[in-house]
């Protein structure tokens, strides 16, 4: 790598993370548009239900995230992490300007795949382009920006709840402007020197196959044990919120909102004094067991004992701290030092699919779980996250301080 690599590209870095911004954004804000569309057509459970699964939460992503990471490898970040964008806001337009339940189906199936695309080519990105020894700073930046997405949309679906199906327009239209504004801005981003370098080595005919070495299945089967099941608690754990606003008397549309707005700030907070500072530095697999208990501890508290205002708090804080400097970081950054330069977002995309499609088809059971009762329920999501924390503790690398040629030697070697 030349010298200039070794400075820190704060510009890029944020257009590269804003993917993740408009990934949860576009969650986010589908989940409360939903809810008003169901009403005006109509739509019946099952029908939101598979809206949800196909969408930017689950399967959509998935299967954009492997075609994307594919292509990425094969053409260049630049052409996917560019031209995504503006396949994404084709999608977006069709939400904004929805006007039948079919423009619905496919403009959330368009998001979906846009937006799984664009996570492998902006993660592969942040980290080749990050200097050595500050890589997870770096991708701490997206996953900061993964929080805000959530947080602006609560905000503004706050502001505009008297508006109805027009406010929620107005929510999407947003991350449509974004979308427009980042086809442009990334046109002036340059290629990957990196990826750009392996090119020019004739590094170019990699088959998909090779992932399935032994050395690189660990880490595939490494990375999707540890994000899988905790993600699998993630989606499942919005049962837990409204449940929880219910009970500890936050009745009002403006409570609920504060109440999350401020969980995913101490999220943000935990990312950027912990991850962002100790990443690069400290042993990586101690950080993510540590992440790992508190939020274990956060969990089995609604599993012990009576949900109370000082349980509940408790809860959402040690959840939202530990999380920061936890798993969705964590993968992230593994993802994008366990692989060669030429199949870095393949892999990265086919672990993404994995773990967004396994999501997409868990989120049908639910309603079943949810049956079972609170307590049942607060001792499956623990469940979740002590296999996750297990998985991770034992397989996690020690990556910190190392160049990406360095790792990938390492691997050639093994």
Same mark, same amino acid.
């Given at each position: 790598m030349s010298a200039g690599a070794q400075k820190d590209n704060w510009r890029d870095t944020i257009l590269a993370g804003l993917a993740n911004y408009i990934d949860a954004g576009s969650i986010v804000a589908g989940s409360a548009a939903l809810a008003l569309w169901q009403e005006s057509y109509g739509l019946s459970n099952d029908f939101i239900g598979l809206i949800g699964a196909f969408g930017p939460n689950a399967i959509g992503a998935g299967v954009g995230a492997y075609v994307g990471g594919r292509l990425c490898d094969k053409l260049g970040r630049?052409?996917?992490?560019?031209?995504?964008?503006?396949?994404?806001?084709?999608?977006?337009?069709?939400? /904004?300007?929805?006007?039948?339940?079919?423009?619905?189906? #496919?403009?959330?199936?368009?998001?979906? #795949?846009? /937006?799984?695309?664009?996570?492998?080519?902006?993660?592969?990105?942040?980290?080749?382009q990050a200097p050595d020894d500050r890589r997870g700073k770096h991708s701490g930046v997206?996953? #900061?920006?993964? $929080?805000?997405?959530?947080? /602006?949309?609560?905000?503004?679906?706050?502001?505009?709840?008297?508006?109805?199906?027009? !406010?929620?327009?107005? #929510?999407?239209?947003?991350?449509?402007?974004?979308?427009? !504004? %980042?086809?442009?801005?990334?046109?002036?981003?340059?290629?990957?020197? =990196?990826?750009?370098?392996?090119?020019?080595?004739?590094?170019?005919?990699?088959?998909?196959?090779?992932?399935?070495?032994?050395?690189? %299945?660990?880490?595939?089967?490494?990375?999707?044990?540890? $994000?899988?099941?905790?993600?699998?608690?993630?989606?499942?754990?919005?049962?837990?919120?409204?449940?929880?606003?219910?009970?500890?008397?936050?009745?009002?549309?403006?409570?609920?909102?504060?109440?999350?707005? %401020?969980?995913?700030?101490? !999220?943000?907070?935990?990312?950027?004094?912990?991850?962002? =500072?100790?990443?690069?530095?400290?042993?990586?697999?101690?950080?993510?067991?540590?992440?790992?208990?508190?939020?274990?501890?956060?969990?089995v508290l609604l599993a012990i004992f009576p949900l109370t205002i000082p349980i509940a708090l408790l809860h959402v804080f040690l959840l939202q701290f530990g999380g920061g400097f936890g798993a969705q970081s964590f993968f992230q950054l593994w993802s994008s030092e366990m692989f060669p330069t030429m199949l870095r977002s393949t892999a990265q995309g086919l672990c993404f699919a994995i773990v967004r499609i396994s999501l997409g088809i868990f989120s049908f059971f639910v309603p079943m779980l949810s049956a079972t009762g609170f307590t049942t329920l607060a001792w499956i999501l623990t469940g979740f996250l002590v296999i996750s924390g297990v998985i991770g503790t034992l397989w996690a690398p020690r990556n910190e301080g190392k160049s990406l040629e360095q790792l990938e030697a390492e691997r050639a070697a093994a």
């Open positions: 630049k052409k996917i992490y560019q031209w995504d964008m503006l396949v994404y806001a084709i999608g977006m337009a069709m939400l /904004v300007f929805a006007f039948a339940p079919w423009m619905i189906v #496919v403009g959330f199936l368009i998001v979906g #795949v846009a /937006v799984g695309a664009d996570i492998p080519a902006s993660w592969s990105l942040i980290a080749e997206a996953q #900061v920006l993964w $929080y805000l997405g959530p947080v /602006v949309v609560l905000l503004l679906s706050l502001a505009l709840t008297s508006l109805g199906e027009l !406010g929620a327009r107005i #929510v999407f239209a947003h991350l449509l402007v974004i979308a427009l !504004g %980042l086809t442009f801005l990334r046109s002036r981003m340059k290629e990957s020197e =990196r990826w750009e370098a392996a090119q020019a080595e004739g590094v170019t005919k990699l088959p998909v196959s090779t992932l399935f070495q032994p050395k690189y %299945l660990a880490s595939i089967l490494g990375l999707v044990g540890m $994000y899988g099941f905790w993600n699998l608690w993630a989606g499942t754990n919005g049962f837990f919120f409204p449940y929880i606003l219910r009970t500890v008397g936050a009745a009002t549309q403006a409570q609920s909102v504060a109440i999350q707005a %401020l969980s995913f700030a101490i !999220g943000m907070a935990s990312i950027g004094l912990v991850f962002m =500072r100790y990443a690069d530095k400290v042993n990586q697999r101690t950080l993510f067991a540590i992440s790992a208990v508190i939020q274990v501890i956060g969990m």
